[in-house]
T-cell receptor
Framework: ELKVEQNPLFLSMQEGKNYTIYCNYS?????LYWYRQDPGKSLESLFV?????AVKQEGRLMASLDTKARLSTLHITAAVHDLSATYFC???????????FGTGTRLQVFP | NAGVTQTPKFQVLKTGQSMTLQCAQD?????MYWYRQDPGMGLRLIYY???????DKGEVPNGYNVSRLNKREFSLRLESAAPSQTSVYFC????????????FGSGTQLSVL
């Protein structure tokens, strides 16, 4: 059974600092997704990573995928308050349409 | 373009009551999903439907039933609601294929007393 773990679960960081969120998963998969959720809102897609070594960047966020290590990272560069949200990774089970989510990382950026 | 529409947005039930959560998408997507979100638990997959006419269990299917009525609509039914089913429910859909990011509805906040 596919397990998806994120760490940290909660991250409080100062504006301007860099940090990385980690997403580990337990079985083979070749697709990984990152989503953002603002409080009381629905989820918004950030990145789709489809192959080993894939790297995607948008603004201050960069996501990467290492399928051999079953690990994805979401790197935050020079954080700003607008990035405060909960970030989820999700992994697609091979040969199915099941998409399993991690527990989420709640990010707070303070001045 | 409405995307994924869920109804109702809020619902309060008494233990043992039944209800159906409705979901419809207008993007001609093949796959549809129901998730529940609880504090500290992330999103857990209840049921999904890879195509019209098919449904499969997810991580937490007990206490729920689903119907893929047609390509647009995927409903979730609670036959006898329990307090443990108090949660926020999200419907999602995707076209399928390699770039199959999910599009989410706005959620249904359900309280079972």
């Amino acid at each position: 059974e596919l397990k998806v773990e994120q760490n940290p679960l909660f991250l409080s960081m100062q504006e301007g600092k860099n940090y990385t969120i980690y997403c580990n998963y337990s079985t083979t998969s070749d697709r990984l997704y990152w989503y953002r959720q603002d409080p009381g809102k629905s989820l918004e897609s950030l990145f789709v990573l489809l192959s080993n070594g894939a790297v995607k960047q948008e603004g201050r966020l960069m996501a990467s995928l290492d399928t051999k290590a079953r690990l994805s990272t979401l790197h935050i560069t020079a954080a700003v308050h607008d990035l405060s949200a909960t970030y989820f990774c999700a992994v697609d089970m091979m040969n199915t349409d099941k998409l399993i989510f991690g527990t989420g990382t709640r990010l707070q950026v303070f001045p | 373009n409405a995307g994924v529409t869920q109804t109702p947005k809020f619902q309060v039930l008494k233990t043992g009551q039944s209800m159906t959560l409705q979901c419809a998408q207008d993007m001609n997507h093949n796959s549809m999903y129901w998730y529940r979100q609880d504090p500290g638990m992330g999103l857990r997959l209840i049921y999904y439907s890879a195509s019209e006419g098919t449904t499969d269990k997810g991580e937490v299917p007990n206490g729920y039933n689903v119907s893929r009525l047609n390509k647009r609509e995927f409903s979730l039914r609670l036959e006898s609601a329990a307090p443990s089913q108090t949660s926020v429910y999200f419907c999602a859909s995707t076209v399928g294929g390699e770039n199959e990011k999910l599009f989410f509805g706005s959620g249904t906040q359900l309280s079972v007393l």
